[in-house]
């Protein structure tokens, strides 16, 4: 039993992750509809920004502040210089390439501008752990990731169903034509959710790379996986979807590690499995809106 | 008829003159019109030369070089496999080089354990690689777009563990090396590395007329007709779910005999890198855009300049070999940004505008003299 709640604690640590950016993944795809593949690696670079400025002696609150409003400022600009250029050609395929474009870009150049070493990046929580049920520990880190992103949702939720703006937001995903004739500003909107977006991966990605002991330039790649894995399993347009699916399947991956030895070094395959059973039975995810279509 | 009246109406890009033909309906199907004398010229004129380079290619380069066009024309042949299920069928799949894993590992399991000759295993992981795509096209029924390309994103993660797990290779890593006698050369006078290069070329023209013929045949108008307008299609007496899953078959087939060949061009199978696959998938879905999606050339063309922006992005700048990646990436979002269609979609635009300019002189001269001649619209 000890083992057990261990391993479910363990598993909730790494869903929180996933969770996290999982949710940057449905806010970009909520207020623009496009599938960013380089959502992990902006909130690499961003990442490796918010450690840089601790090395400087910043306390690590304010670097991931700053980092983040880099992050905000980068992810506007790169919607409106790569994007939208070629979000009116006829292939929808064309706004993945140029995210696979930045994915291979902004990896390497991460390589560049910071270096190959693995670097350390404090944590803004407290050091340690508390006892929890029993015999069970659960770290401090992990605590805090569960808070900040408790936070998250409550505050995007708010944002994106209890406000104009969100509305405004939410008006340009699902038609960006309708929405113009009613006044709203699309391009503006647009901007505002890869740069909200891309502010939140600067978060996950800080808070992440500070819960390990030591990360590098291949920090987001399995995450953005299982974070992928998270936000379909969720129902892609769904903020508590993306939450409660990250968990599951961390909390999953982790027990099939420990109990289902068939599946040794392949555990993967259950969240996949999951993944698979939930979109045979529910196509739109566990939360996700079921759209009607007009033939 | 209507389609001659629906023509004058409004004419298509790079069609001829609309042409009254009062004795027989025209046979040749909307979706591929016939084009004007001068864009067939072109095409015939650019086909030989093409032909004629790929023969003398091989003989022409050193055999590293020689490894890196077949390694193209393999790329080519997944690349066409995704673009029939992606370009024309509108199944997103970024998990093709699971089906390309599949191949590979099953013509090198089957020479290094089985003791087979290469060349029959390259049928066995088409039907392998084809079984799978039938087990994967069933459930990706169910999915659509965005989550079918997550679905099979996960399957191109997946595989490098499943091969991992099962395949014992030499000290126990999933990673096989086929010795270099089992892919020598089957014609004397031909080189190892030229024959693996005619192979894989014979394969590739092989599977892209083939390609050609069934998107042009009731298969290909059926495949369109679903990824345009599913329930139109199927009140027209389309079986969705029949389509689809051929259509995930034959693709995952293409990908699987890629695999197979990659084994011959490579001499290994590779199971230890957990994203190599996830890569491969990506590099077939870059051949068709920057290609040319929904094309039948565009594969070929996309892969052959993914080859050559990848090897010429290695090393250009000294000393900075960690930027390759990213002039790799840039030179992608660049073709996208200056070629949206695709590099054949530029330039059949470049070759309509030319033979629009041709036809409205034709129409001109034929308006000015007799009624025209029929045999114009062939």
Known sequence: MQLFIEQVLNGIGNGVVYGSVALALVLIFRTTGVLNFAQGEMALFSTYISWKLTTTGMPVVGAIAISMAIAFVAGALIERTLIRPVETARSPLNVVIITLGLFLGLNSLVQLVFGTDPQRMPSPFPSGSVSFLGDARIQKDTIGLVVVLLAECVLLWLLLNRTRLGLKLRAVAANPDSARLHGIRAGSMLMLGWAMSAALGALAGSLVAAERTAFDSSLMQTILVYALAAAALGGFDSIWGAIFAGLVVGVADALTIQYVDPLDGIEVVLPLALILVVLVVMPNGLFGKRTVERV | ?378
């Open chain 2, 1 to 378: 008829m209507s389609e001659q009246s629906g023509a004058a109406l409004e004419p298509a890009i790079g069609e001829a003159p609309p042409v009254v033909e009062p004795t027989e309906p025209t046979t040749t199907p909307s979706l591929w019109p016939s084009v004007p004398r001068s864009v067939l010229v072109a095409r015939i004129a650019i086909g030989v030369v093409l032909a004629a380079a790929a023969l003398y290619a091989p003989f022409y380069f050193e055999p590293a070089l020689n490894r890196v066009l077949s390694q193209a024309i393999y790329i080519a042949i997944a690349a066409m496999g995704l673009n029939l299920l992606t370009g024309f069928n509108g199944q997103v799949s970024i998990g093709h080089g699971a089906f390309f894993g599949v191949g590979a590992f099953t013509s090198a399991i089957l020479i290094v354990d089985h003791g087979w000759s290469y060349e029959p295993t390259i049928v066995v992981a088409a039907l392998l690689s084809a079984a799978l795509g039938v087990a994967v096209g069933v459930p990706a029924l169910r999915v659509r777009g965005l989550y079918l390309a997550l679905v099979t994103l996960g399957l191109a993660v997946l595989f490098p563990r499943v091969a991992q797990r099962f395949v014992d290779g030499s000290g126990g890593v999933a990673l096989l090396r086929p010795a270099r006698r089992n892919f020598s050369s089957l014609i004397t006078g031909l080189d190892d590395d030229q024959w693996a290069y005619f192979l894989s070329l014979a394969i590739m023209v092989a599977l892209f007329v083939l390609a050609w013929n069934l998107v042009r045949g009731r298969m290909g108008r059926a495949m369109i007709a679903v990824r345009d307008q599913e329930i139109a299609a199927t009140t027209v007496g389309v079986s969705l779910a029949r389509t689809k899953v051929a259509t995930f078959a034959v693709s995952a087939a293409y990908a699987g005999v890629a695999g197979s060949l990659s084994v011959m061009v490579d001499r290994i199978a590779d199971g230890t890198n957990p994203i190599l696959y996830f890569q491969r998938s990506i590099e077939f879905l870059v051949a068709v855009v920057i290609g040319g999606a929904a094309t039948i050339l565009g594969p070929a063309v996309g892969a052959l300049l993914l080859v050559v922006l990848r090897r010429n992005t290695e090393g250009l700048i000294e000393g900075k070999e960690i930027l390759s990646p990213a002039l790799f990436g840039a030179a992608l979002i660049a073709i996208v940004f200056v070629l949206p269609e695709g590099v054949v979609g530029g330039v059949r635009r470049l070759l309509a505008r030319l033979g629009r300019r041709s036809a409205a002189r034709a129409a001109v001269a034929a308006a000015a003299s007799t009624p025209p001649d029929a045999n114009d619209s062939q």
